[in-house]
């Protein structure tokens, strides 16, 4: 993987799912991260190849839940991210998706309380030899490129330290977060801050913070130097912030549902991306929002976008698939 001017997809939970990862790619995407997923939580899965969608699935035993899915179509673009304290459980964990992930990223920059409280996320940065520890681990261990996502320290010395420490690690790339812990989302990031850990690395860092339109890609390499770019809210506002020309929402939407369906996704993720997109450019209240809202299921998300008859010809050929391969396992 080449982390060197691309455009990224950043990771964002109950968001990075299959279906929103291949609408970025189509508009233009060159990386997409997954939703974190936390150590603990993997080493309760197994692998399992779906072949009634051609997907591979992580999922957790006992529940049967399916905590990653991906496609031979992502293969070479998509990255885990994992959310860990501990070297050893991270190696473990990761070995578990390094086979069908392009690389392994490690989730250095969540400041909620739940990643916090875990020794996780945020918690890490101020940690640089259990840092040292999960990354060189990591690199030592797996055949693939290993990352990391951090935010800005307290000051910019502090920052650019942290980060020539990552890179002694031989890791393939960082992105970072343009706010600190304390910060939020409405809280202006801090591109100028950025540009000085571009200057101290020689390997790429991803810039991360405030990209909401295609432009803003050429105006924050204009600024920081670097020439990767990771976008969070303004893809799930859009995911055709990818493209130039870039597609109407309503389009874009209506893709995203399609996808969801191709897929099998959980209903439960996709209402949650379709109510934010709608939040971001008209209101829950309106028809759209209340149908969405009251959807329980993929066949109901569909009839609200007018997809219904794709729905059911996707499952019909999906009904056509396991009836065949239950005639092929009983050699009828």
Not at 225 to 242: E, H, P
Request: aromatic share 6%; hydrophobic share 40%.
């Amino acid at each position: 993987m080449d982390y060197r001017n691309k455009l990224v997809l950043a990771p964002m939970v109950r968001v990075g799912t299959l279906p929103f990862r291949l609408l970025a790619a189509q508009y233009g995407a060159d990386i997409t991260y997954g939703e974190e997923i936390i150590d603990h939580k993997l080493l309760k899965c197994e692998q399992r190849i779906n072949d009634a969608i051609g997907s591979t699935d992580i999922v957790e035993k006992g529940t049967e839940n399916v905590v990653f899915r991906t496609c031979d179509q992502e293969r070479n673009q998509v990255v885990f991210q994992l959310g860990t304290s501990d070297a050893v459980r991270a190696l473990t964990a990761a070995q578990l998706v390094c086979k069908d992930v392009a690389a392994i990223d490690i989730n250095m920059g969540c400041p909620k309380a739940f990643s916090i409280s875990g020794g996780m996320g945020a918690a890490l940065l101020k940690k640089p030899d259990l840092i040292h520890d999960i990354l060189t681990t990591l690199k030592r261990n797996l055949s693939i490129p290993v990352t990391c996502k951090i935010r800005l320290l307290n000051s910019t010395h502090d920052t650019v330290e942290l980060a020539r420490r990552i890179e002694k690690t031989m890791v393939s790339a960082v992105a970072v977060h343009g706010r600190r812990v304390a910060d939020r989302p409405r809280d202006p990031a801090n591109w100028s801050e950025i540009a000085s850990v571009v200057d101290a690395l020689s390997i790429p860092v991803i810039v991360n913070g405030d990209i909401f339109e295609y432009e803003d890609f050429q105006r924050i390499r204009a600024v920081t130097g670097a020439s990767s770019v990771m976008v969070a809210r303004g893809a799930l506002w859009n995911a055709s912030i990818f493209h130039p020309v870039g597609s109407p929402i309503e389009v874009v939407k209506r893709e995203y549902v399609r996808k969801s369906i191709l897929w099998d996704y959980d209903s439960k993720s996709t209402k949650y991306t379709l109510k934010e997109m709608i939040m971001h450019h008209t209101s829950l209240e309106l028809p759209e929002g209340k149908a969405v809202t009251r959807s329980e299921n993929l066949a109901d998300i569909a009839r609200v976008y007018g997809e219904d008859k794709y729905y059911e010809s996707i499952n019909t050929k999906r009904l056509g698939v396991a009836v065949g391969s239950n005639h092929a396992l009983n050699g009828t």
